[in-house]
């Protein structure tokens, strides 16, 4: 049977009922089988496939199954469209409602026209009257080309209603297939990108670029989710196919709030919060060595859990979200493992990115800081080292929700001041033991201010190695930040977890105001 064209209704309720059944067959047939078949020999599921498992089992509401194109050339008057090409609707992730589109790639590849884009629109507009989180898997060969400028209309009031949301809900993006061109700049517009490794995404793909520059690249190295991640830091998580990308969606939702009037919900609190001696073994007193900061974070948060976002892009730096005592928390740490935990312009990137989404959704941030500088170079400086760096510094002073900054061992100069110390506003600042809170590294300071003694000893190495030493004991500790109430306390390792829990619970009630203005100029 074909859609609802033509048809001729019945005579009775039960005929009526017959036809809607067969009608929504073949609306959920999508592209029909072969195209289904082709679809899952890559490995990839339907639209409606990913709806259902991302969503709670039998949870998805369709709306708009009937909805069709208007477009009369090039054949589309005869063509069958299911859904025009994507499924959308609401539902609910573990018992919380949503809003969420599937782009069916099986249907004229997924493209985009106009009722597509105003189908995905009102899913959005609806999310934002609700207040939902909104999700959306791309897979699509970009505008329909039959529908010439309409599509990229349609593509406009995307972009338009992704900023709408922005600050808002949750928005994010599930890359499952292709999406290629301006089309790309919807899930860039959405606060996080999980792609699957069956997917690619660019601007230009590989013919053009190699018609225009020259260049050879394959799909994969351009456009694929592991490029995404390490190189262009345009995505947040890779996951290695669908069900992958489901499952992670569902955990990041859990840490969120619904919107951004709301906190998000305490989940499985862990409320020990007793001594943990296990920290005082993690970070060496030897600044020069190194340690991965992700086990000072798995011996702090609830249960040893955490998410973290971008794991492979500036790996200097790990952002992620976690709970203490049930409370979601965004964590931002240095990590000393990696270019010695130095700040540069991707990881100055990251965590702006990242404290400013946190900020928007009421998400308290807990800085774990060990971090000997911004990274030195030309390269770092003609990237503009500067105005990314001072994204952080922005996004940081801009941020009201709870902050709570703990040196581990080295805090530096600027970047110190980058991981949000006291004057950036962090409400309650700890230091361990170990903590170097000064405006450089003794070695470099020593070789500055007593060059001259240095260069008149007869050992000069021995007296560097003394002056050194005198700077180190007179400078580089948390006591000295301590006094000046920089610090709020110097604390053992081991009490870390209670003290970021009590500090949580305080300042949860926290409120604080900005001068009113249209808004900030974010250094871009
Ligand atoms: C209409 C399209 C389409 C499109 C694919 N199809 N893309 N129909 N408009 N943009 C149809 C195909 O005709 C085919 O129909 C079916 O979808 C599956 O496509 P295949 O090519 O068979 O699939 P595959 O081999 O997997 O290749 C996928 C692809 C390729 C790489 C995405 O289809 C492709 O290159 N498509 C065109 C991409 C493109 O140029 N898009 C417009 C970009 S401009 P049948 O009936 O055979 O199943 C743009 C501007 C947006 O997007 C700007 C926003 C600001």
Known sequence: MAENNNLKLASTMEGRVEQLAEQRQVIEAGGGERRVEKQHSQGKQTARERLNNLLDPHSFDEVGAFRKHRTTLFGMDKAVVPADGVVTGRGTILGRPVHAASQDFTVMGGSAGETQSTKVVETMEQALLTGTPFLFFYDSGGARIQEGIDSLSGYGKMF???????????????????????????????????????????????????SVTGEDVTADELGGAEAHMAISGNIHFVAEDDDAAELIAKKLLSFLPQNNTEEASFVNPNNDVSPNTELRDIVPIDGKKGYDVRDVIAKIVDWGDYLEVKAGYATNLVTAFARVNGRSVGIVANQPSVMSGCLDINASDKAAEFVNFCDSFNIPLVQLVDVPGFLPGVQQEYGGIIRHGAKMLYAYSEATVPKITVVLRKAYGGSYLAMCNRDLGADAVYAWPSAEIAVMGAEGAANVIFRKEIKAADDPDAMRAEKIEEYQNAFNTPYVAAARGQVDDVIDPADTRRKIASALEMYATKRQTRPAKKHGNFPC
């Open 160 to 210: 338009f209603a992704n900023v709408k949301l922005s600050g808002v809900v949750p928005q994010i993006a599930i890359i499952a297939g292709p999406c290629a061109g301006g089309a790309s700049y919807s899930p860039a517009l959405t606060d996080f990108i999980i792609m699957t490794k069956k997917a690619h995404m660019f601007i230009t793909g590989p013919q053009v670029i190699k």
